[in-house]
């Protein structure tokens, strides 16, 4: 079964500076596809940013960027310039083909944004 | 766009009462998926149900606990004879196709409280 390990359970950052969060899958598949979703205190679950396996290039959405390494099943997420918005729960979550949309999370990163 | 709603955000019931959570998904979306939520855990996949159709509850308790999505109307998901156990966050979430990377869209919860 596909599990994805999240080895950090909190992590804390001063305002303004950058953070990287982890997280580690375990898969056969060649092709699937990797999320980040954030739950801040009001508990919505919001897509932060997502990787498809079989593009290179990492993606980025402003502030937000991975670190996909394949071979290695890594997918971290670094976040530059933390606001105290970003305090939340982070989730690193994985979707295969088999699957089709029925995601499995990791056990999540508490983020505190301190000023 | 309205998201994907789902009611009541807060219900406690007593042991052995019956839960009703229901989930609107978004304009346009036929597909809608039910996640729960234990304390300090990730989300856990339950049930992937088209309009009519239940196409995986690989993830549901096998007692007690279903799913329907009609033709007309929210989607259900009812846990009869409810426990302590139960006690948990019930994430919908909904998408206008099947596939992986589709974004699935999450509704804000319901939060069943079982005393």
């Known amino acids: 079964a596909q599990t994805v390990t999240q080895s950090q359970p909190e992590m804390s950052v001063q305002e303004a500076e950058t953070v990287t969060l982890s997280c580690t899958y375990d898969?056969?598949?060649?092709?699937?596809?990797l999320f980040w979703y954030k739950q801040p205190p009001s508990r919505q679950m919001i897509l932060v940013i997502r990787?498809?396996?079989?593009?290179?290039q990492n993606a980025t959405e402003n502030r937000f960027s991975v670190n996909f390494q394949k071979a290695a099943k890594s997918f971290s997420l670094k976040i530059s310039d933390s606001q105290l918005g970003d305090t939340a729960m982070y989730f690193c979550a994985y979707d295969a083909m088999e699957y089709g949309n029925k995601l499995v999370f990791g056990a999540g990163t508490i983020l505190r944004v301190k000023s | 766009n309205a998201g994907v709603m789902q009611n009541p955000r807060h219900l406690v019931r007593r042991r052995g009462q019956e839960a009703r959570l229901r989930c609107s998904p978004m304009k346009g979306h036929s597909h809608v998926y039910w996640y729960r939520q234990l304390p300090e855990e990730g989300l856990k996949f339950m049930v992937y149900l088209q309009k009519e159709n239940i196409i995986d509850e690989s993830g549901m308790p096998k007692e007690r606990f279903s799913a329907e999505f009609p033709k007309e109307g929210p989607s259900i998901l009812r846990i009869q004879q409810v426990v302590r156990g139960d006690s948990a966050a019930y994430f919908c979430?909904?998408?206008?196709?099947?596939?992986?990377?589709?974004?699935?869209?999450f509704g804000e919860g319901s939060w069943l409280t079982v005393v």
């Open positions: 898969t056969s598949e060649n092709n699937y596809y």
């Open positions: 990787q498809e396996a079989y593009k290179q």
């Open positions: 979430a909904s998408s206008p196709r099947r596939g992986i990377g589709n974004t699935i869209y």
